[in-house]
C-alpha cells in the first residue's frame, strides 16, 4: 500500500515536470521575441501601439514559469494563441509612462513612451492583451493586438556590438539563472579603464549584501561593453549635451537626483546579443542620483565607497519592493488609503493578511510603535511610500528605507523572487 503511494507521488511527479516542460516546447523556441511599443495617453486614458517587432537569439528567461503569478506591479500583459483564450505567457511591471501620468503636464498634454516587451518566440501567431490597474488596484483589460510571429524577422544591426563581459556566470544554462546585464551610460572610448573597473565595483557591491550575497550561485551578470557619445550623465551639469543614443539623464520629472530614460528602444538595441532579463545601468557619476522601476530598468551612480543606490533602486527594479520612507521625514499627509497597496513590503492595513501578518510575534501591536523595543523586530510602522500616515512598513529601518541592511520582509520578497527566476 505504501509503495503503491509513492509509486502514484512518483507518476503524478513525472507528469507534472512533464507537462511543464512540454508547454515551453509546446508553444515556443529557444529564442526572444522584443515587442517594442508605444504606451501613451494622459491622466487616466492609455493606449497601447505596437510600433516594431524582432527576434534575437536564446531565451534568456526562465522556461517552467510561464506565468506570472506575483500580482505584483501596476501592469501586466497576456500572450494567447491567436484567436483562443489558451494563455501561454504573462508578466507583470511598472512603468514610466505610470509615472509621468501622475506628474501635472499629464492633466492637460498627452504622452508617449516606448517599452519593450521580451517573450520566448511563439511558433505561431500570438494575441498580446494588455492590462493596467483601476483606481481599486483591479486589473482592466486597456487592449488586445495581433502579433504576426511568422512574418517577424532577426534584428539586423548596421553597426557592431562588443561581446558582454562575463562579470559573475554561475551557469552559461541561462534559463535556470537570473541573469542581470549592467549597461554603462556616460562612458566614452577614453573612459574604458574606468568603465571596466566600475563594472567589476558595480557587480561587488551587488554581492556585498545579503540575501544578494549568498546568491551568487543563482544570478549571471554580464556587463554591455558600450562607450557613449559623451563622458558625464546631463541633468544637473549644463556643460553636458542632453542628448545621446541611450538618453539617460539626471532630474527626470523635475526631480534632480532622479536618473531615467526614455529611450527604451536604443537602450535593448545594444543588448540584442546578451542573455538578459533584468537591466541595471551604470551612470558614470559621482554625484548622487537613481532610479528602478519594477521589471523595467534600474539605474545607479558610482560611488566608489559603496553600492546602497544600486542595492536600493534593484530592490524595485527586481523585487517589486516600495519605499519604506516618508519624504523627508516631514509630515506630509498622504492621500487617504482606501486600498491595500500591491507592494509586498506597504501595507495599508485593509488587507494586511496577504502581507507579513505571519512574521509578526503574537505579543508585537499593529499598529507597531517606533520605540525602543521594537527595533529589530517585525512590526506595522507608520510612515512609507513617502507618506507619514495611513501606509505602514515592516521594521523601523531597511534598506528600502535608509542604508541598513534588507529588512527580513524584503528579504523573504528578494528570496522569492530569485527562486522564480532560478527554480
Ligand atoms: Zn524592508
Redesign the pocket.
Known amino acids: 500500500m505504501f509503495r503503491n503511494h509513492i509509486f502514484i507521488l512518483f507518476l503524478l511527479f513525472s507528469i507534472g515536470l512533464n507537462a511543464q516542460k512540454t508547454s515551453f516546447d509546446n508553444y515556443f523556441t529557444d529564442n526572444t521575441l522584443n515587442i517594442l511599443c508605444y504606451h501613451s495617453g494622459r491622466k487616466a486614458v492609455e493606449y497601447y501601439t505596437i510600433d516594431q517587432t524582432y527576434i534575437t537569439k536564446k531565451w534568456a528567461g526562465t522556461k517552467t514559469k510561464l506565468l506570472d503569478n506575483t500580482n505584483l506591479g501596476a501592469h501586466r500583459i497576456e500572450v494567447y494563441v491567436h484567436n483562443t483564450k489558451n494563455l501561454i505567457y504573462s508578466r507583470n511591471y511598472c512603468s514610466f509612462f505610470e509615472e509621468w501620468q501622475t506628474t501635472p503636464e499629464a492633466e492637460n498634454s498627452c504622452g508617449n513612451f516606448e517599452e519593450v516587451f521580451r517573450i520566448p518566440l511563439p511558433n505561431q501567431d500570438v494575441d498580446i492583451a494588455f492590462f493596467s490597474r483601476d483606481s481599486l488596484g483591479k486589473w482592466f483589460l486597456v487592449e488586445k493586438q495581433k502579433i504576426e510571429v511568422e512574418k517577424t524577422e532577426y534584428k539586423k544591426l548596421d553597426y557592431k556590438l562588443y561581446d558582454p563581459y562575463r562579470l559573475n556566470i554561475a551557469s552559461d544554462n541561462v534559463n535556470t539563472k537570473l541573469d542581470i546585464v549592467i549597461v554603462p551610460a556616460g562612458y566614452t572610448q577614453k573612459d574604458s579603464l574606468k568603465m571596466v573597473s566600475d563594472l567589476k565595483l558595480f557587480t561587488d557591491f551587488l554581492f556585498s549584501k545579503p540575501p544578494y550575497a549568498e546568491a551568487k550561485n543563482k544570478i549571471n551578470v554580464w556587463g554591455q561593453c558600450y562607450f557613449s557619445e559623451q563622458t558625464g550623465i546631463p541633468g544637473l551639469d549644463s556643460t553636458i549635451r542632453p542628448n545621446s543614443f541611450l538618453g539617460v539623464s539626471y532630474n527626470t520629472f523635475n526631480s534632480p537626483r532622479y536618473i531615467m530614460t526614455p529611450n527604451l528602444f536604443n537602450l535593448h538595441e545594444i543588448l540584442v546579443n546578451v542573455p538578459y532579463e533584468q537591466i541595471v545601468i551604470m551612470c558614470n557619476s559621482e554625484t548622487y542620483g537613481g532610479g528602478g522601476i519594477f521589471n523595467f530598468y534600474a539605474t545607479s551612480y558610482v560611488n566608489p565607497k559603496n553600492g546602497f543606490v544600486l542595492i536600493h533602486e534593484l530592490g524595485h527594479s527586481f523585487a517589486g519592493?516600495g519605499d519604506?520612507y516618508s519624504q523627508n521625514d516631514t509630515e506630509v499627509e498622504g492621500a487617504p488609503q482606501c486600498i491595500e497597496p500591491w507592494q509586498k513590503?506597504l501595507t495599508s492595513l485593509k488587507d494586511f493578511s496577504q502581507k507579513w501578518k505571519d512574521m509578526i510575534e503574537d505579543s508585537t501591536p499593529i499598529p507597531t510603535p517606533v520605540t525602543e523595543e521594537y527595533i529589530n523586530k517585525v512590526g506595522v510602522f507608520e510612515g512609507a511610500a513617502y507618506v507619514t500616515k495611513g501606509l505602514y512598513?515592516?521594521?523601523q529601518d531597511?534598506?528600502?528605507r535608509s542604508d541598513k541592511p534588507?529588512?527580513p520582509?524584503?528579504t523573504r520578497e528578494i528570496n522569492k523572487m530569485l527562486d522564480f527566476y532560478t527554480e
Request: glycine letters at 0%.
Open positions: 519592493l519604506e513590503n512598513r515592516p521594521y531597511c534598506l528600502m534588507f529588512c520582509v524584503c
